[in-house]
């Protein structure tokens, strides 16, 4: 999923700074799943904004929406009627969010409440890792199935480097090392001959230094 | 045991303080109250465990909000109890409410009034 972090709630209180009718947008989909946009941070948010408008004796018309999908344009277009009613929008979707709600409604001001932050997975509950940067050529399966891009500080193809230290990542005691778990899991499948492949220089041109990216299925076009 | 304690505090049972919301929190603030406290069990008696910890984390939550908001987040408590401690009970309730009355009304209030 993709995973985000609230924006904090000074930063937000800013963006609609005397703007008076405002409408925090969440949605179903991933930030939902990890807990930073869903219907019940729509309802946290919007209260909390609410809260910070009475204390200044502020109108309070801060209403709460969520979206199956802010991501999909036939679930914006359920904002049609309402949209150009407000002063602005919140929208606590992954940054999709904001900018398809801004391109549909061009009149209204649209601002992020959450920053995303990566593509992941759960660890438990409160706790996400990223596993995927979205390279757009995927080789997990070359390295008993860990990713050497997302989870390598450097996105090594060719590992470990001498900041490898009792299974972490010089980076931080918190990170673990991506090449120590690949050597270890390798050697447990009986693959460890497998990683005296020297990998050439990885063609970022599939990731994000081919410019944006973008697809199409010709048989599902209309 | 027929203890007395402050009048002013309103009363909402729950089957367990692990049942207790950031959002039932902070729509009490909502709506003026001047201070909000959760009485759990004792850590280590939940029948459910752990209820009462993560009543504790969520009032830890709600006292970040608050701060970011710029009210105070005393105004938000978290006591632990058993539910044979009536005195405890009235004691609590009495000092929260003294704290509560020493930090003055809440500021969600006194702007709406103004």
């Known amino acids: 999923m993709i995973v985000g972090d609230s ?24 930030v939902t ?10 309802g946290i948010l919007a209260t909390a904004l609410r809260i910070a408008r009475k204390k200044r004796g502020l109108p309070t018309s801060i209403e709460e929406r969520t979206l199956e999908r802010q991501c999909d344009p036939e679930y914006i277009e359920e904002l049609a009627e309402a949209a150009e009613g407000y002063d602005a929008i919140v929208s606590i979707a992954c940054g999709v969010g904001p900018q398809f709600v801004a391109e549909r409604f061009p009149k209204v001001r649209v601002f992020p409440g959450i920053n995303t932050t990566f593509i992941g997975g759960a660890l438990e509950h409160g706790v996400w890792s990223e596993r995927c940067q979205s390279c757009g050529n995927c080789l997990v399966h070359n390295f008993g199935g860990l990713c050497p891009i997302a989870r390598c500080s450097k996105s090594l193809m060719n590992g470990p480097c001498g900041g490898s230290a009792n299974k972490k990542c010089e980076i931080s005691p918190e990170v673990d090392c991506v090449w120590h778990l690949i050597v270890e899991k390798m050697a447990e499948m009986g693959r460890l001959e497998e990683l005296e492949r020297v990998w050439p220089v990885k063609n970022w041109i599939t990731s994000r230094d081919g410019g944006p990216r973008r697809r199409v299925r010709e048989d599902l076009k209309q | 045991m027929r203890l007395q304690y402050p009048s002013n505090i309103k009363v909402i049972q729950l089957p367990c303080s692990g ?12 709506d003026g109250a001047d201070g909000v406290y959760v009485a759990g069990c004792k850590e280590g008696d939940c029948h459910f465990l752990t209820g009462n910890f993560k009543a504790r984390r969520k009032v830890n939550y709600v006292k970040q909000v608050l701060a970011a908001l710029g009210i105070e987040p005393e105004r938000i408590e978290m ?15 009495r000092e929260f409410t003294q704290t509560i009355q020493e930090l003055g009304p809440s500021p969600v209030k006194t702007a709406q009034a103004a």
Do not use: W
């Open chain 2, 79 to 93: 006591f632990n109890m058993s539910s044979a401690e009536g005195p405890r009970f009235a004691q609590v309730a």
């Open chain 2, 19 to 30: 049942r207790v919301d950031i959002l039932h929190l902070l729509k009490a603030f909502e």
């Open chain 1, 7 to 30: 924006k904090p709630l000074e930063e937000i209180l800013e963006m609609i700074e005397g703007k008076d009718k405002v409408l925090v947008l969440g949605c179903r989909g991933c």
């Open chain 1, 33 to 42: 799943v990890c807990n930073v946009g869903g219907e019940k941070e729509v």
